[in-house]
């Protein structure tokens, strides 16, 4: 498992947007994903992604968020890249989640 936690400033939303995903693919993403979290991993869960299905920016509620990598140790791909970045809350555009 590996854990990553962008953080912007006090007052601005963390916007992620992934440049490529290639996890194992599984219709539930039950094998190897990335699940990404408002905040940290107690926080809401935005979402979970594997296979290679990129989703649009994923927008925080708030100035941090949590993105973490589960793989098992059978089917492998390249991983993923992602880049986070600050953004106005409700900037046009950006919808929260």
């Not at 993403?29 to 699940?35: G, I, K, L, S, T």
């Amino acid at each position: 498992m590996k854990e990553v936690e962008p953080r912007v400033p006090e007052g601005k939303v963390v916007v992620l947007n992934f440049r490529f995903i290639d996890l194992e693919s599984d219709n539930l993403c039950r094998y190897d994903f990335v699940d990404v979290y408002n905040g940290h991993a107690n926080g809401q869960r935005i979402g979970r992604f594997c296979g290679t299905f990129r989703p649009g920016a994923l927008v925080s509620n708030g100035n941090k968020m949590m993105v973490q990598m589960i793989s098992d140790a059978n089917t492998a791909g390249n991983g993923f890249m992602a880049m986070f970045s600050a953004a106005e809350p409700n900037e046009r555009g950006i919808v929260s989640t």
